[in-house]
């Protein structure tokens, strides 16, 4: 009889074009042009898993993507096995960094490189040819099922009711997950557990307005940082997580499960320098191996915040940021000259010269951002173009201070032995320098995007 090894052998260039054929349509999820391609990508799997010798295969609709089924009863006696994967991709972008096409296959070093060739379709193609081997060979003794979702890369909205649907059609005594990896190319791998997820929202409030730290920022709490420090607080200093019961109901880790982690070929060094950084960290009294594998983890994902300018743009000014950031800049210089040259001391009026200063300041750089990211970049650039006033801004702010400590200190004056400044030159620096802020939004006046010339 033939062995296995002989069969994939013998069958391998079929095995890799039919990869190849799954590779080349684009299933991007996230995308709703591809829509037709998720439904071509799931008819194209029903096709292979019939020809591999599945008893049935078919395309079942949902509310979003369509999720294939296939099966193979080898006896009613026999237990079943039903294989999970997917068949959706992430985009590609940015298609600069690709040295080929991501959706046309291609074979360099050994490795298949294209999008989807890892994540899912390699891997499921995996489970079908495995299949067909073990059929053709007279090696399955058990009934197979497979599921081929096409929702994984955006959270996979549709897959639970569907399941429910359809729960005695799934019914399996095994499930097979053909989405993980392996330790290496030189050591076979069994996943035998993963990590689920939990996400929470955290809302902080304070106070009804916006304040202006030079005021306010010694007496209220600004609720960015109180945040911040609530997501540091989460874990220790030993990477233990501090929430109230979180370990109740986490189980222990075997001596004999780590044992078998002990065992896994790993090289520290390598793992380093593979994803570049110097040091690992990781709750103590844990290997890095159980830390990759087994310990409980809670990340911190991302913090949004709601920026106001997007409501002025978008409600009062339909979109366009050129007029709200001249207003902007407009109102940064008479912030400036309220509090600069009205003479005297006027506790309110400087307080709203400052409110005013904060605000304008703020919007104005969202705005101008807005502009060079969105409207004159070309769409595919305007992340790093976002980033250019990003840094810029921190450049300008930094020559600003360090020009404000120059005139401060070249108009002091010693009188009697007390140092005496004159702020005459620096008050008509910052005013100029806001001047500056309401020329730079003159002069993007009529900027178009490029995407649209």
Known sequence: MISVKKYIESNKDRFIEELFSLIRIPSISAKHEHKPDMEACAKRWTELLLAAGADKAVVMQTEGNPVVYGEKMVSPEAQTVLVYSHYDVMPAEPFDQWKSRPFEPEIRDGRIWARGADDDKGQAMMQVKGFETALNLDLLKCNVKFIFEGEEEIGSPSLEAFCRTHKELLKADVILVSDTSMVSAETPSLTTGLRGLAYWEIEVTGPNRDLHSGHFGGAVANPINVLCKLMADITDADGRITIPGFYDDVEDV?????????????????????????????????????????????????????????????????????????????????????FLLVPGVHFWLDALSMILFGLGIGVLICFLGGLMAVDIAPRNASGAALGVVGIASYIGAGLQDVMSGVLIEGQKTVQNGVDVYDFTYINWFWIGAALLSVFFALLVWNAKSKESD
């Not at 983890?297 to 709200?324: A, E, M, Q, W, Y």
């Open 254 to 338: 075997s001596p004999a499960e780590r044992e078998m982690i002990a065992q896994i070929p790993f090289d520290e060094a390598k793992y380093k320098a593979a994803i570049g950084v110097d040091e690992l960290f990781g709750e103590k009294g844990y290997s890095t191996l159980d830390a990759s594998f087994i310990i409980s983890i809670c990340p911190v994902c991302g913090i949004v915040g709601t920026i106001f300018s997007g409501v002025i743009s978008d409600k009062l000014f339909g979109g366009r940021r050129n007029v709200p950031a001249l207003i902007f800049g407009l109102m940064n210089v008479f912030s400036l000259c309220l």
